[in-house]
């Protein structure tokens, strides 16, 4: 498995300022993730974070609202810019050890909560 | 229709009883399966990978019907810290769908 950190832990911000969270992996990691988790939902994909280009976002999610960073293989940013009270929720990191192989389970990280008033 | 479905419960039982969970899928051609536990407030944890010919792991076993598009979870011997939410997981091409979870509250 990985050791996944996530700073904040949590944070509480006003509409329209912008949140950046940091994902960082104990090992080197092929295949980084961000997700969200409204209450009482279940995980949505925002993007895949690739190393060294631009991340690949989900239908619904762009990158001028959730640009993300991944500057190496261990390390990932996700801004969420123009806070509005919808982006309440816990944003989650996420990584896959391999691509293709029976170790293709993927690991979280805590999470972050953000409340946006 | 969603990828992966779930019966969100939640499922009220003792402690020492059994308890199985159920999920369908949509994708036929749905590669890998896992059960994913998370509990209140914190991040979904890998419980158990599901293979095709059904895997056990202590308490847990986990079943793949692939001809009727479902994988079960089931839980013997209950415990109180069994109580949580259990999240089916099905892959395609590399995605990772989940479902919305099932709630499981063991009582004593």
């Known amino acids: 498995s990985a050791v996944i950190s996530q700073k904040p832990s949590r944070d509480i911000c006003q509409r329209g300022t912008s949140l950046t969270i940091q994902c960082q992996v104990d090992?080197?990691?092929?295949?980084m993730f961000w997700y969200r988790q409204q209450p009482g939902q279940s995980l949505t994909l925002i993007a895949t974070?690739?190393?060294?280009?631009?991340?690949?976002?989900e239908s619904g999610f762009v990158i001028d609202k959730f640009p993300i960073s991944r500057p190496n293989l261990t390390f990932s940013t996700l801004t969420v810019s123009n806070l509005s009270p919808e982006d309440s929720s816990i944003y989650l990191c996420?990584?896959?050890?391999?691509?293709?192989?029976?170790?293709?389970?993927?690991?979280f990280g805590p999470g972050t909560r953000l409340t946006v008033l | 229709r969603k990828e992966v479905e779930q019966d969100p419960g939640p499922f009220n039982v003792p402690e020492g009883a059994t308890v199985a969970f159920n999920c369908t899928y949509s994708n036929s051609a749905s590669q890998s399966f896992f059960w994913y536990r998370q509990d209140c407030r914190k991040e979904p944890k890998l419980l158990m990978s599901v293979y095709s010919s059904g895997n056990e792991d202590g308490r847990f076993t986990a079943q793949l019907n692939r001809a009727s598009q479902y994988i079960s979870l089931l839980i013997r011997d209950s415990k109180l810290s069994d109580s949580a939410t259990y999240l089916c997981?099905?892959?395609?091409?590399?995605?990772?769908?989940f479902g919305s979870g099932t709630k499981l509250n063991v009582k004593p």
């Open positions: 974070a690739n190393q060294g280009s631009e991340a690949t976002y």
């Open positions: 997981v099905v892959t395609y091409f590399n995605k990772f769908y």
């Open positions: 996420s990584v896959r050890l391999a691509v293709i192989s029976s170790y293709n389970e993927q690991f």
């Open positions: 090992s080197q990691v092929t295949m």
